[in-house]
T-cell receptor, first 112, second 118 residues
Framework: SQTIHQWPATLVQPVGSPLSLECTVE??????LYWYRQAAGRGLQLLFY??????ISSEVPQNLSASRPQDRQFILSSKKLLLSDSGFYLC???????????FGPGTRLTVL | AQKVTQAQTEISVVEKEDVTLDCVYE???????LFWYKQPPSGELVFLIRRNSFDEQNEISGRYSWNFQKSTSSFNFTITASQVVDSAVYFCALSGDTRMNRDDKIIFGKGTRLHILP
């Protein structure tokens, strides 16, 4: 069966510090991968998606970036965090052509 | 453009009452999929159901039921005999025809926060 992992589960970082969140998927090959952000009490915002290794599409211009160094690994990064980067970050995967997405447990990021 | 509207931002009902969460969508695709996800306080989104645009049959799963009506572009979700464990944020979502959309992106509504009061 397929599983999706995210770490860390929680993170508190000062403004201006770097960020690296990791997401890995097990039990499937060549998945589509997605990063979402959910601000407190709000809906889901798609940040990045990837249909293959090295292929990243950005939905919203911002100081975040994403990379996919391996087929089942998706990384969200920032060189300098802003207060507005605080939120709940969710990684998701889907089987290409199967439409529905499965979500990881999320990372709660607080920028102070 | 595709859009999902969940007009109810927050609902509170007393345990054992029935509750319906509304979802209205917009799309120009003739082939599309609709979804409901549940987000409990832990934060992880839990997939509940998928419906394709050619299947208007209503579905029941235990205390959960879904009413898909293409004529009104609605995909409503009803919880019968609600329980405290049903308290969560519920998201309705839409995905278009992936022959045109290889990234399988999903458009989410803003969610409805459901409180089940003991």
């Amino acid at each position: 069966s397929q599983t999706i992992h995210q770490w860390p589960a929680t993170l508190v970082q000062p403004v201006g510090s770097p960020l690296s969140l990791e997401c890995t998927v097990e039990g499937t090959s060549n998945p589509n991968l997605y990063w979402y952000r959910q601000a407190a009490g709000r809906g889901l915002q798609l940040l990045f998606y990837s249909v293959g290794i090295g292929q990243i599409s950005s939905e919203v211009p911002q100081n975040l970036s994403a990379s996919r160094p391996q087929d089942r690994q998706f990384i969200l990064s920032s060189k300098k965090l802003l207060l507005s980067d605080s939120g709940f970050y969710l990684c998701a995967w889907s089987v290409r052509g199967r439409f529905w997405q499965f979500f990881g447990p999320g990372t709660r990021l607080t920028v102070l | 453009a595709q859009k999902v509207t969940q007009a109810q931002t927050e609902i509170s009902v007393v345990e054992k009452e029935d509750v319906t969460l509304d979802c209205v969508y917009e799309t120009r695709d003739t082939t599309y999929y609709l979804f409901w996800y549940k987000q409990p306080p832990s934060g992880e989104l839990v997939f509940l159901i998928r419906r394709n645009s050619f299947d208007e049959q209503n579905e029941i799963s235990g205390r959960y039921s879904w009413n898909f009506q293409k004529s009104t572009s609605s995909f409503n979700f009803t919880i019968t005999a609600s329980q405290v464990v049903d308290s969560a944020v519920y998201f309705c979502a839409l995905s278009g025809d992936t022959r045109m959309n290889r990234d399988d992106k999903i458009i989410f509504g803003k969610g409805t926060r459901l409180h089940i009061l003991p």
